[in-house]
């Protein structure tokens, strides 16, 4: 059975056998269960920094996109989301005070929206469809901060696309779990003004002290850039051979980054019947409502894929009736997304 949900990426020997020094190297460290920073430990914060190409004075630590969505739910009025998008945000969101809407990117950049919302997108490579903003988007996305909103980027694929453009102005959120699995907590938000008014979330929420000066000395160390390439290699290099093996009918579906496709389905195909018959046949796949597209459709993902069982599916789809290819969107290479 082919496991295409997204699971947890396996790590490198090498990442490995460092992490497993630098914790033990924390948690040795007095000082690290002895004081406490609110905003993150200052070496996480300063490695990050480093990393990511942000400056560390303006970043908080946090365990994760949905931590960090939290604040956010408390202090905005409206909120309008991307669809399609990832919902595990929106799980942290609904039940807040405030406004909670779906639009398309293209509402979210060019339509009415309520004065003063704030606007919750995925960039680069949009879970899940891989989709990335243009130039021309991130011009439109800078109008509309200029216009006052506040513009939130989830950037959890950021290891995909680490020189993908940002637009000033912009809060990033972000996370070491589409690396470093599920288990890793620990996330981030770049804003001027976050950390003032996260307070309330940040007592509660972050990880641990020894944990934040583990995952600071495994970067030090450069664990983080080996441990982003050792699994974004392996997940281009599934979805080129699933690419391949597909065929050019199914080129607009094919992610330029990020390790998903959303592969909508023939009509008259549902996606429960669409589930139970790639099951039936060795691929387990995500139901694409999960995440509201505008018709139905499946997810692939494609982290700790080998190349054999990504061409071994690509055969599969290309031969199936339950998929339908899909022309290409405004951006030339994906789909266009729905309100």
């Not at 054999?308 to 997304?337: K, T």
């Amino acid at each position: 059975m082919t496991d295409l949900t997204g699971r947890s990426p396996t790590w490198s020997p090498r990442a490995r056998a460092l992490w497993g020094d630098c914790l033990r190297r924390a948690t040795r460290a007095a000082d690290s269960w002895t004081e406490r920073a609110w905003q993150g430990d200052e070496s996480l914060r300063d490695q990050l920094g480093r990393v990511l190409g942000l400056d560390p004075e303006h970043l908080t630590i946090t365990s994760g996109v949905r931590a960090a969505a939290l604040t956010y739910a408390r202090t905005e009025r409206v909120i309008v989301m991307e669809r399609p998008g990832f919902d595990g945000a929106t799980f942290a969101l609904r039940d807040s005070r405030s406004r909670l809407l779906h639009r398309s990117w293209e509402h979210l950049l060019q339509g009415e929206l309520p004065a003063g919302s704030a606007l919750w997108l995925t960039h680069p490579a949009r879970n899940p469809d891989g989709r990335t903003l243009t130039h021309a988007e991130l011009r439109l996305l800078t109008d509309r901060i200029a216009q006052g909103h506040r513009v939130v980027l989830n950037s959890a694929y950021h290891w995909y696309a680490p020189t993908a453009t940002r637009p000033e102005g912009a809060d990033l959120v972000g996370g070491l779990h589409k690396i470093a699995g599920l288990g890793a907590r620990i996330g981030w938000v770049h804003s001027r003004d976050y950390f003032a008014r996260a307070r309330p979330e940040i007592i509660a929420t972050t990880p641990p002290q020894p944990w934040q000066r583990a995952w600071a000395l495994f970067a030090a160390e450069g664990g983080l850039e080996d441990l982003a390439a050792w699994v974004t290699c392996r997940a281009r290099t599934a979805v080129q051979v699933f690419g391949a093996a597909v065929g050019e009918p199914y080129a607009p579906l094919i992610p330029d980054t990020g390790p998903h496709a959303l592969l909508p389905l023939a009509p008259g195909t549902d996606e429960k019947t669409a589930r139970e018959a790639v099951a039936r046949d060795g691929f387990v796949l995500t139901a694409g409502s999960c995440y509201g597209p505008s018709r139905p459709a499946l997810r692939a993902t494609f982290t700790d894929v080998p190349p054999y069982a990504a061409e071994r599916f690509g055969r599969y789809v290309a031969g199936s009736p339950l998929f339908a290819p899909a022309p290409p969107g405004p951006n030339g290479s994906h789909p266009p997304s729905a309100d």
